[in-house]
């Protein structure tokens, strides 16, 4: 086509094309709520559909595309622990859902009747992560919370004895007004936003790319071998000490998966989060291209590789109770009980991780006023942003327990948008009764 025809054509749109006027700003729409929920990762997802169960008009926020949190686009997709020392000690939804997820992915349930000793990670149930996300989904809409995908928190303001909340996503501008408040965030990033202080650890823990490698074969190769290069790879600067933890052996026997850490991981702000991923997505291109120039894996594939790290620790508020590593590991029975937690202590560090085993018998309690930041009103927390040192939030962290204590927060913020009070006045009666009638399992003094 000459060039003059062609801009002659310019002019001309094919049938069924409509010009559209620059977009201008989003225009602010009002909506409210019972019960808002910010964060629809491995608690924000419970505490939403618990509430939504339980009649309150529910909103579910979330910054990504999927539900899930750690289980599906952060990789952790071998949730637990749901037992201790043979027997179940968390159930409800979030057992539901990841029981949901074996069958219908058909894999398969541990043994819970043999001991793990100190493998704890024998009895972590293995799912597809994304099927898990569909099925929290499915679960979220038939319990009628109304979803909201690509959308994060801009301001957050007191409204009386409710919350407004700002909300910004693609194309839209929404402001909430809710008569109670959840932060399923991870980072306490709404109670922040409320002007409420938080805890930050001056060194936290690293966080994990999760990746898989495959088409190779561990029978051909020389470990010994291979390890002499790994040291010596580590000490020229070709790898950093963090890429590969522990041994050759180790971390190709697993074929990667968890065997690496980000030191500084931060998931606060987005910059903090680019700056994470991005590091992340490095040390895996280091690992491949030492790993690449062996004979032995010459062919080796990425069989999978997540869009986001892993973030192990970040903000914690402080709420109305602190759990301490003490109370953690002395398995205190809190007066105000409403989940158990069972996990090593697992803090992560630069150099890898040894976690510490619980003595026999020892099953840990999450108290609700460790879900409520101190001297608020109408606003919980559930997941790792609890009040904990960190010691006892390494293994607070963790998904059953982080799914325990979002069923918990979604029952006591349903109740007390029914009867028109704060969390710290529901009485723990009905917090109880309610959970159990939900599935849950909740702490009994010995």
């Not at 936290?204 to 291979?226: E, K, V």
Request: glycine fraction near 12%.
């Amino acid at each position: 086509m000459k060039r003059r025809h062609f801009l002659a054509t310019l002019g001309t749109l094919p049938a069924g094309t409509v010009l559209v006027a620059a977009q201008p700003p989003p225009q602010l729409r009002r909506l409210s709520t019972d019960v808002l929920v910010i964060g629809g990762g491995t608690a924000g997802t419970i505490a939403a559909i618990q509430a939504g169960r339980l009649g309150a008009k529910t909103m579910l926020v979330e910054a990504g595309s999927q539900l899930g949190g750690t289980t599906t686009t952060g990789g952790v997709d071998f949730p637990g622990l749901f037992h201790a020392w043979g027997k179940q000690v968390i159930a409800g939804i979030g057992w539901e859902l990841v029981k949901a997820a074996v069958d219908l992915g058909s894999a398969e349930l541990p043994d819970f009747t043999k001991p793990t000793g100190r493998q704890h990670w024998r009895h972590q149930v293995r799912i597809t992560g994304n099927l898990y996300a569909a099925l929290a989904e499915e679960a979220c809409v038939k319990a009628g919370v109304q979803l909201r995908y690509y959308e994060s928190p801009l301001t957050v303001e007191a409204a009386g004895d409710s919350w407004r909340v700002r909300l910004t996503g693609k194309g839209t501008s929404i402001e909430v007004v809710t008569k109670q408040l959840i932060d399923c965030t991870g980072n306490a990033s709404v109670v922040g936003l409320a002007g409420i202080e938080r805890l930050r650890e001056k060194i936290r823990q690293p966080g994990t790319l999760i990746y898989r490698l495959g088409g190779y074969d561990l029978a051909t190769i020389d470990m010994n071998a291979m390890q002499a290069k790994l040291v010596a790879a580590r000490k020229s600067g070709v790898l950093k000490p963090t890429d590969i933890n522990g041994t050759i052996a180790g971390f190709l026997g697993k074929g990667g998966e968890s065997g690496n850490h980000i030191p500084g991981a931060d998931s606060s702000t987005s910059e903090a989060h680019t700056a994470t991923n991005i590091l992340g997505r490095e040390a895996l291109l280091r690992v491949l291209r030492f790993l690449k120039q062996e004979l032995p894996f010459a062919l080796m594939t990425i069989e999978r590789l997540q869009p986001e790290a892993g973030i192990r620790e970040t903000f914690r508020i402080i709420g109305e109770t602190q759990i301490t590593h003490e109370d953690y590991t002395s398995g205190r029975v809190f007066e105000d009980a409403v989940a158990h937690s069972f996990y090593p202590i697992d803090l992560h560090y630069e150099g890898g991780v040894t976690p510490k085993h619980l003595n026999e018998g020892i099953v840990p309690t999450i108290p609700l006023r460790a879900l409520i930041p101190k001297a608020s009103k109408n606003l919980l927390v559930a997941g790792r942003c609890l009040s904990s040192d960190q010691l006892a939030n390494s293994a607070l962290r963790v998904q059953a327990s982080c799914m325990a204590m979002g069923q918990a927060a979604g029952v006591t913020a349903a109740l007390a948008a029914r009867t028109g009070t704060t969390p710290l006045r529901v009485p723990l009666a009905d917090i109880r009764r309610e959970l159990t009638r939900h599935g849950a399992i909740v702490p009994k003094k010995a």
